[in-house]
């Protein structure tokens, strides 16, 4: 009880503080994540290059005119035509962004294109969807494509085919940087506030009293990280209210089920990083130092994460630094939760078996050098 006892006192000791520059903490840990959603997130429109595979079942001239008025203003790069099995998949691969089928009835029909995307990344959006809408309607009277949205998890393409517009056909840049923006939120909340809390502990001697007290060390670390979930949460809500506000969709209903999962995530992720910011702060000793190598450390792996842009748009030097980075997998699980509505078992138990484990790693680690650092 002496422990539990410990922790709670400490705890609300950081809130006290905390509460005392609430309005300065706040705007500091979401006003750059407030600037990427609002002024950023239209950005998606401006996107060129979009990769697409076709199918021409048509075969006539008119088909062939409009195969090359795709290639115009550089919007589609059209990788290969080719049957629809290669192309679809293709598609699952993520080979390409989209698959654009052009119907026999073309250009005379009541239905002339199909447009086959996966909504994993905001590239196979409304950009590519407008263009294809655009140059279509110079030559289909009836002015009809039928979007589909093709899940990238199932191994069978006709098996998830929906005919209507689902989610994600008004997704945008936005709705993309969104999950990273969530991400963001959480670093910056556990690790400045908890981080700088500590440096600032041991530069007035609080820290040293409190270790000459009877308060374990454990108990100190702890309610550091406790206090960086606590503001972390604080801030995401925040963020997903400007989101919302703003424009960004949650697919994920209920929407208060699509809330806890998004909160799991960020949780864990500030639980992951207060441990990098203690184990830095222990060595650190001023402020300034604290913030350039959290930026150095933490921006790299937000931006490798496919954040801010599609990991598949990656060099391919990089792709072992997005493949092992722990944001990398709660960027995606957050972004299926607000674009596609759904988690499947095997990603969340991935998803929280990489971030557990890196959360031990890191503990075992921050409570080592705590231990003979500060002693």
Same mark, same amino acid.
């Given at each position: ?35 990427? $959603? %609002?002024? /950023?997130?239209?950005?998606? +429109?401006?996107?060129?290059? #979009?990769? &697409?595979?076709?199918? =021409? ?42 698959? $654009? %089928?052009? /119907?026999?009835?073309?250009? +005379?029909?009541?239905?002339? #294109?199909? &447009?086959?995307?996966? =909504? ?256």
């Amino acid at each position: 009880m002496t422990l539990i006892s410990d922790i709670f006192n400490l705890y609300k000791r950081e809130m006290i503080i905390f509460r005392a520059n609430i309005f300065s903490n706040i705007i500091r840990s979401i006003i750059f994540p407030l600037v990427l $959603i %609002v002024f /950023l997130g239209g950005i998606g +429109n401006t996107i060129f290059h #979009i990769s &697409v595979a076709i199918v =021409n079942y048509a075969d006539n001239p008119q088909s062939f005119q409009f195969i090359s008025q795709l290639q115009s203003n550089n919007v589609l790069s059209i990788k290969t035509i080719t049957s629809q099995n290669i192309a679809m998949n293709m598609l699952h691969s993520s080979n390409v962004s989209l698959v $654009i %089928v052009i /119907l026999p009835t073309f250009p +005379n029909g009541s239905q002339n #294109i199909d &447009v086959y995307y996966n =909504n994993n990344n905001f590239q196979n959006s409304m950009t590519g969807l407008s263009f294809i809408q655009s140059t279509a309607s110079k030559f289909i009277n009836q002015k009809q494509i039928s979007v589909q949205q093709i899940n990238a998890q199932q191994t069978n393409p006709q098996s998830s085919v929906s005919s209507t517009a689902i989610s994600g056909t008004k997704a945008s840049y936005k709705d993309f940087l969104f999950a990273g923006i969530l991400i963001m939120v959480t670093i910056f909340g556990s690790t400045f506030n908890g981080g700088i809390s500590l440096i600032k502990d041991k530069d007035t001697g609080i820290l040293k009293s409190f270790l000459m007290s009877p308060i374990s060390k454990l108990s100190i670390i702890l309610s550091k990280i406790l206090s960086g979930i606590t503001q972390s949460t604080l801030y995401v809500f925040i963020a997903i209210l400007i989101g919302v506000a703003d424009g960004v969709t949650i697919a994920m209903l209920p929407w208060f089920a699509a809330i806890l999962w998004i909160l799991l995530f960020t949780v864990l992720i500030s639980i992951l990083f207060s441990c990098v910011a203690i184990i830095l702060a222990i060595r650190i000793p001023r402020v300034e130092v604290f913030t350039i190598i959290v930026n150095a450390i933490t921006l790299p792996l937000w931006f490798l994460s496919g954040a801010f842009f599609p990991a598949s748009s990656l060099p391919s030097l990089f792709k072992p630094f997005n493949t092992y980075n722990p944001l990398t997998y709660a960027v995606n699980a957050i972004r299926n939760i607000t674009m596609l509505g759904y988690l499947t078992m095997n990603q969340i138990a991935v998803t929280m078996s990489i971030i557990i484990i890196g959360i031990v790693v890191l503990f075992v680690l921050a409570f080592k050098l705590f231990k003979t650092t500060v002693d």
